[in-house]
């Protein structure tokens, strides 16, 4: 058995990258970088209550390296009163903590020093109240970070299936890649200790590729883990197929939209193929939140079904124009190409507002034009963002476009033909003064008038000088300024 060996990390604390020249280093910028966890994950520097004298228990938690098992892949202690004693301090550091963000992240880091001292009934429950904490403040790298660390706890404890759904769950790609290849680390340790060798090894090398900067600590564990597997391999064989994502979720597939060439009709199949709503309809939508707009053919307006084809709005509503459903609410239009208000399942108006046009819904927030400007509201008519954009189109560096918010609750605007950031609650965080902005994980991308790119932090503050020839040089910078920031979960 390996000797079990705590140390300080070598190097400089996370996040103490020396700048180049036209740069600041991440921990001159905003809340992205300045987690005292050194994860430069979590978003937002938190008021801090007063504390004892000594270390801070964060920055020691975040200053250790850690020895793994060769065969458990598990961290190991050979003191562990000094966990004992972060422990009591984060406790004291907790205590008199009120708001969610700070309870959050405390209460999550107690549950990590638990799980390795293996009391594993303390890191549950903490783990547990950290995700509550958590998703009360609806931030989505904090809820991740949260959602990570008691999948780790339920992984140890052998809850294998709901730990690998939160792991799959929290690895959202507009998260920093630094921490979803943490994340992928600790999911492929739970497919390893399932005997899912497969498994565990294509999220290992998923892992070393969104590390793209060197990392000889990620490498060294990513070796370790890998001789884990093939020894495993060559005494057991590689053991089940890796499962898909949808499966890892537990996601049941809705019924299916499928043409009866007979009946001449719409109708929907179940996941193996059978009929399971009968061909009526000369129009149909996908299943949405357990929901689908249909139409008949003696009908000129849509009708809400649920997946047994019960109706629970009917054709008598009149309405010409739906759009699925996202967060509980439906947009639909009587004329189908103006005034459209929001409704839940049962057909009950929850915004009453006619909007020229709209956009779903996504964490409670959804754009809306009115008079040829847009704005926002929330779900149930709030305007949080003024009407005064020209269009919402949110780039994201994984190459997805969002009509509207991002799962972070943030949003490109357009105003003039120049580009600019707002958050959910309508703060302008980046001015519209910005031929172009593409939100990255932890900043800003934006380009300058000549065609070049950099970067600002997320509080708008500029990061790296628009003097890089493009995006790609741009992360890539990013990356090298955060290489010795890494989550602890």
């Avoid at 780790?152 to 759904?165: M, N, P, S």
């Avoid at 537990?250 to 299916?256: G, V």
């Avoid at 709030?382 to 949110?394: C, E, H, I, L, M």
């Avoid at 309508?426 to 172009?436: E, F, L, R």
């Amino acid at each position: 058995m390996l000797t079990p060996i705590i140390k300080p990390r070598r190097g400089r604390p996370a996040g103490a990258d020396q700048a180049g020249p036209g740069q600041k280093g991440p921990d001159q910028q905003g809340p992205e970088q300045k987690g005292p966890e050194g994860t430069g994950a979590e978003p937002g520097a938190d008021a801090e209550p007063a504390e004892p004298d000594g270390p801070d228990p964060e920055q020691v938690l975040s200053a250790y390296e850690w020895r793994f098992h060769h065969e458990t892949l598990r961290e190991l202690v050979d003191n562990p009163d000094d966990l004992r004693e972060i422990r009591d301090r984060l406790t004291a550091k907790l205590d008199p903590a009120t708001d969610n963000a700070t309870r959050a992240r405390l209460l999550s880091l107690r549950a990590v020093v638990s799980r390795v001292l293996g009391d594993l009934g303390k890191a549950l429950a903490d783990a547990k109240l950290a995700v509550v904490h958590a998703e009360a403040t609806g931030e989505l790298r904090r809820i991740a970070i949260a959602q990570a660390r008691l999948a780790h706890v339920l992984q140890w404890r052998g809850d294998f299936a709901e730990a690998d759904r939160l792991f799959e769950e929290a690895n959202s790609t507009e998260l920093p890649d630094r921490l979803r290849a943490t994340m992928h680390q600790h999911a492929g340790k739970s497919a390893y200790d399932q005997g899912r060798y497969m498994e565990a090894c294509n999220h290992f090398e998923k892992a070393l590729e969104l590390r793209k900067v060197e990392d000889p600590d990620l490498v060294a564990q990513t070796e370790l883990a890998l001789d884990a597997v093939f020894r495993k391999v060559a005494a057991d064989g590689w053991g089940p197929y890796p499962r898909p994502r949808d499966e890892i979720l537990q996601l049941r597939k809705p019924p299916t939209p499928a043409f009866d060439e007979q009946a001449r009709r719409w109708g929907y199949t179940d996941s193996s193929g059978a009929p399971c709503i009968p061909p009526a309809y000369a129009e149909v939508q996908p299943f949405r939140e357990g929901l689908a707009w249909v139409r008949r053919p003696q009908n000129h307006a849509w009708e809400l079904v649920d997946e047994s084809g019960q109706v629970l709005v009917p054709a008598s509503f009149g309405l010409l124009g739906v759009n699925s459903f996202a967060d509980g609410l439906a947009w639909v239009s009587q004329d189908g190409v103006a005034g459209w208000i929001a409704v839940d399942r049962f057909g009950k108006v929850a915004i009453s507002t006619g909007f020229d046009d709209v956009r779903p819904f996504r964490r409670g927030v959804a754009a809306v034009r009115r008079q040829g400007r847009w704005g926002a509201v929330d779900k149930v008519g709030r305007v949080v963002v003024k009407f005064q954009y020209d269009g919402f189109a949110t780039a994201l560096t994984d190459g997805r476009y969002i009509d509207g918010f991002s799962d972070e609750g943030l949003a490109i605007v357009d105003q003039a033909g120049r580009k600019g950031v707002v958050d959910r609650g309508g703060t302008v965080v980046v001015p519209p003064a910005h031929p172009a902005i593409v939100i990255h994980p932890v900043a800003f991308l934006v380009s300058g008038s000549g065609g070049q790119w950099g970067a600002l932090d997320r509080r708008g503050r500029p990061l790296i000088d628009p003097n890089l020839p493009s995006r790609t040089a741009v992360i890539d910078e990013i990356d090298r300024l955060l290489a010795d920031t890494k989550p602890v979960l």
